[in-house]
């Protein structure tokens, strides 16, 4: 079966630019979460998603965002990028059950990354 | 609030020796425990995982896990190196099931296999 798919895998922007990255789960998969892995700080929990709404959210800026399709693929969004947003970007769906409020997470499975530079 | 602390972030070892990586873990809640290891230029993989079952875990290629509640480890070792072993290995913690929906990871250990 089908991994998680990350596009594009490499991405060259320019700082004041804004990116979009893009995410396509396991099938079956409804929740998504979303890492920065920096050589400096390592990696970094940004956000997860589950049927279209954030249930957490990590310590970064308001200039990263994300979203999720009622098909379950996430698009995070960088605006205004600065040097320091150059990273690897990993996306991981799980499969879960249960309700909102009290889900049981059976595992994360990651993607290849998105390796974005801002020049 | 939860934690990881993986001890070494480089490690060496020759082929066909013992291979420890270590892990220490805070946590308040009951913990989830994994393992993942990455190759240059990759994603996560998935080594191996505890989900308060057995708290002796195996996994992917040879790896196992031992969950040690009084000593709040949970240290990686497989008894024979391999060249295709070296990769950079990550530790990583949840909480309650999963349902706090992220991991807390280490810093990760590089593991170097010499011929």
């Known amino acids: 079966k089908a991994g998680v798919t990350q596009t594009p895998r490499y991405l060259i922007k320019t700082r004041g630019q804004q990116v979009t990255l893009s995410c396509s789960p396991i099938s079956g998969h409804r929740s998504v979460s979303w890492y920065q892995q920096t050589p400096g700080q390592g990696l970094q929990f940004l956000f997860e998603?589950?049927?279209?709404?954030?249930?957490n959210k990590g310590n970064f800026p308001g200039r990263f965002s994300g979203r999720q399709f009622s098909n379950s693929r996430s698009e995070m969004n960088v605006s205004t990028l600065e040097l320091g947003d150059s990273a690897l970007y990993l996306c991981a769906s799980s499969l879960v059950a249960g309700r909102t409020d009290h889900l049981f997470n059976y595992g994360y499975t990651f993607g290849s990354g998105t390796r974005l530079t801002v020049v | 609030a939860q934690s990881v602390t993986q001890l070494g972030s480089h490690v060496s070892v020759s082929e066909g020796a013992l291979v420890l990586l270590r892990c220490n873990y805070s946590?308040?809640?009951?913990?989830?425990l994994f393992w993942y290891v990455q190759y240059p230029n990759q994603g996560l993989q998935l080594l191996l995982k505890?989900?308060?079952?057995?708290?002796l875990v195996k996994g992917i290629n040879g790896f196992e896990a031992e969950f040690k509640k009084s000593e709040t480890s949970f240290h990686l070792t497989k008894p024979s190196a391999h060249m295709s072993d070296a990769a950079e290995y990550f530790c990583a913690v949840s909480g309650y099931g999963g349902s706090q929906g992220n991991l807390i990871f280490g810093k990760g250990t590089k593991l170097s296999v010499k011929p």
């Open positions: 998603y589950f049927s279209e709404t954030q249930r």
């Open positions: 946590s308040s809640v009951p913990p989830y």
């Open positions: 505890y989900t308060s079952a057995a708290t």
